[in-house]
């Protein structure tokens, strides 16, 4: 009896914002539903975190937009047989990792597009604002990444300034 045996099991996860399944759908590679999630990811790693058992089913009220997300596990995962949620609490947090992971990749998305691929930054916010919104939200990206380029910028010229470098 080897421990490479995978079953999966399914959770729920409320959407706070319509675009976090075009977000999951793009990290995790799958375009159909429910999304198989993986801890190859960083977001994939915080979703198993969060993950609660109980013995019985526990009932949420989804008010919301949900996705079905299939979770792995394996023959000496504990929680194999309890049933799983996430508590309104975890849904909170999870909406803000979400946000912050986009934000992310958004960054890393322009950087690549820029320094690897020769392409301008509109065309990559664009893209991006295609892919996870569904339509072009350029001028919105534009604004919401200036100010935070602009916050970074200002802590690394009076950091800079503090430990001695021009």
Avoid at 21 to 27: G, P, R, S, T
Avoid at 38 to 58: K, M
Wanted: charged share 30%; net charge positive.
């Amino acid at each position: 009896m080897g421990c490479d045996s995978v079953t999966y099991r399914t959770i729920n996860l409320e959407l706070k914002k319509p675009w976090y399944l075009n977000y999951l759908k793009y990290v995790f590679g799958d375009d159909s539903e429910p999304i198989k999630i993986n801890r190859n990811e960083e977001i994939g790693q915080y979703l198993f975190s969060r993950v609660r058992t109980a013995q019985f089913p526990v009932q949420i009220m989804l008010d919301r937009p949900y996705v079905k997300l299939i979770m792995p596990n394996n023959e000496l995962d504990t929680a194999k047989y309890k049933f799983m949620y996430y508590s309104a609490e975890d849904v909170i947090r999870i909406s803000d990792y979400i946000e912050s992971m986009a934000y992310i990749d958004l960054r890393s998305m322009i950087a690549t597009g820029s320094i690897d691929l020769e392409m301008d930054k509109k065309t990559v916010m664009s893209i991006y604002s295609q892919l996870i919104y569904g339509d072009d939200r350029y001028e919105t990206l534009k604004k919401d990444e200036y100010r935070k380029r602009k916050k970074m910028k200002l802590w690394l010229q009076k950091t800079a300034k503090e430990f001695g470098y021009r």
